[in-house]
C-alpha cells in the first residue's frame, strides 16, 4: 500500500500524523522535513527567553521517538524539491518516494525586508527551533535588542526580553502595536503597559540604515534620529510557503489554496497549516490547525470531513498586560465599542443587526473571554 505522505513536521504535520494514526493503525506513514523532526511548541519561541530556556529543553520528543509513536517514518534534513502529480511521486536531491495521499504542511518563512546598511544581513529572525538556538547564543552577550515589527510576534518578543532583562525598542510603521488584529484603544492598552516595564516604541516610522558598529548596531530611524542595539531581530511576518506547490502547478493565492476538505485541486493532494489558504483565509495560529488536522485525520481514513471552525480567540503572550483578541472575520461590517476595565479595556464588535462579531479583551477584561465565547456561540 502506497503510505500516505506528510511533508512538514512542525504542529500541523505533527497533529495530522497523530490524529491519523488514532483513526487508522494499518496504511503506512511517511514524513519529510527539512529539518531535524524535534516535535516542539512554536508558540513558545516567544516565551521561552524570560524562562532561560535553551533549545533543547523545548524539544517535546526527538524524530526517532516521534516515529516509534505514530508508527511512521520520519525523514529528516531532506528538503522535497519537487512533486509530480501524474506519477504521485515526490522527489529530492538523491530520492524519491511514492505517495498515495499527499499533505503539504510546509509552513511560512520570515518576510524579509530589503535593509540596508553594513548590519543588513546580520538582522535575526526567529521562527523555528534552530533559529531560537542561534538567537540565544547571541543574546548572552547583549544588552539591548531592537526589533523591527510591532505586530503580535514583535510584541510577544518585546515582552520576553525585556522580562529577559534586555533593553528592548520596537520600531514600525504602524500607528499603535499589534494594529492588523486590535481595535486602537486595545493596541493603546498593550503599548502603556509595555512602556511602563520599559519597553521603547518607535511607531509610525521605519528604519534607515543598519550599521554595524564596534558593539552591536546602530540603527537610523527614517523620521530622524537613531539607536543602539546589541542585537536586530526582524518581525515583520510570516509568508506561507507555496513554492513546491506553485511549481506543481497547484492553485495558489496568499497560500495554497484548499476547499473546505483542504483540497489542493485534484490527485489526493491536500494543505494544512501556516502554507494552507482555506476558502479564502490563511490563519497563521495553532486552533485552525488543529481543527483542520482533525477533519482531514477523517477524510484520509475514508470519511471525507469538511474543517468547521467553532469561535477561535487568539491569546496574546505578553504577560506584562494579556490579551486576547477574536478579530471579525476580514471586511466584516460593524463597529467597535470600548469600555475601560481596570488598565485594560473591553472591546466588542457589533455587526449592522447588533450581533457581536468579534471582540478583543486585555488586562483584567481577559477573564471575560469564555463568557464572550459562549455569548458568540449561543447568539
Ligand atoms: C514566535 C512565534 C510565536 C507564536 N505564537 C503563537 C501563539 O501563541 N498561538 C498561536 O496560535 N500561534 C502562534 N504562532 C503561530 C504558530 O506557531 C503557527 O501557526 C504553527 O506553528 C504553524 O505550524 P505549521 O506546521 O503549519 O508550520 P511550521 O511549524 O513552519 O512547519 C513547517 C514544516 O515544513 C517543513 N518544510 C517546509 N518546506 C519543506 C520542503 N520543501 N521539504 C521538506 N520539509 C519542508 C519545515 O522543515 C517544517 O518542518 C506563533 C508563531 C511564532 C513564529
Request: proline content about 7%; overall charge negative; charged content about 25%.
Amino acid at each position: 500500500m502506497k503510505p500516505v505522505v506528510i511533508i512538514g513536521t512542525g504542529l500541523a504535520g505533527y497533529s495530522l500524523a497523530r490524529e491519523f494514526r488514532a483513526l487508522d493503525k494499518e496504511t503506512p506513514l511517511t514524513l519529510i522535513t527539512g529539518d531535524g523532526g524535534e516535535y516542539y511548541s512554536k508558540p513558545m519561541l516567544s516565551n521561552a527567553l524570560a524562562q532561560g530556556k535553551e533549545a533543547s529543553a523545548l524539544v517535546l520528543s526527538d524524530a526517532a521517538k516521534m516515529e516509534r509513536t505514530l508508527d511512521a517514518r520520519v525523514i529528516t534534513h531532506t528538503r522535497v524539491e519537487a512533486v509530480d502529480r501524474a506519477a504521485r511521486r515526490v522527489s529530492w536531491s538523491g530520492g524519491t518516494l511514492d505517495y498515495g495521499a499527499l499533505v503539504m504542511a510546509l509552513g511560512a518563512s520570515p518576510i524579509r525586508l530589503p535593509l540596508t546598511g553594513s548590519g543588513a544581513q546580520e538582522v535575526l529572525s526567529v521562527n523555528s527551533l534552530d533559529d531560537y538556538g542561534g538567537f540565544r547564543r547571541r543574546l548572552e552577550k547583549a544588552r539591548s535588542v531592537a526589533i523591527i515589527g510591532p505586530g503580535l510576534i514583535g510584541c510577544e518578543f518585546a515582552n520576553d526580553l525585556q522580562q529577559g532583562g534586555r533593553r528592548v525598542e520596537v520600531i514600525g510603521p504602524d500607528p499603535y502595536p499589534i494594529s492588523t488584529l486590535l481595535p486602537e484603544a486595545a493596541g493603546r492598552a498593550l503599548q502603556r503597559a509595555l512602556e511602563a516595564a520599559g519597553v521603547g516604541f518607535h511607531l509610525g516610522t521605519v528604519t534607515g540604515d543598519i550599521d554595524r558598529e564596534s558593539h552591536g548596531y546602530r540603527v537610523a530611524l527614517r523620521d530622524g534620529g537613531d539607536l543602539h542595539a546589541d542585537l536586530v531581530l526582524s518581525a515583520v511576518g510570516l509568508r506561507p510557503d507555496t513554492e513546491l506547490a506553485r511549481a506543481a502547478g497547484l492553485e495558489v493565492n496568499r497560500g495554497i489554496v484548499v476547499d473546505r476538505y483542504l483540497r489542493a485541486g485534484d490527485g489526493d493532494i491536500y494543505a494544512l497549516g501556516d502554507c494552507a489558504e482555506v476558502e479564502g483565509r490563511n490563519l497563521p495560529f495553532v486552533m485552525p490547525l488543529m481543527f483542520g488536522a482533525r477533519a482531514l485525520a477523517r477524510t484520509l481514513s475514508g470519511e471525507p470531513t469538511p474543517v468547521r471552525y467553532p469561535p477561535m480567540p487568539v491569546v496574546i503572550k505578553t504577560p506584562s498586560h494579556p490579551v486576547v483578541v477574536l478579530p471579525p472575520s476580514p471586511g466584516a461590517e460593524g463597529e467597535w465599542q470600548v469600555e475601560p476595565v481596570g488598565e485594560g479595556v473591553r472591546a466588542l464588535f457589533h455587526d449592522p443587526h447588533g450581533r457581536m462579531a468579534g471582540f478583543a479583551l486585555t488586562g483584567e477584561a481577559c477573564t471575560e473571554k469564555q463568557a464572550l465565547i459562549k455569548a458568540m456561540e449561543s447568539a
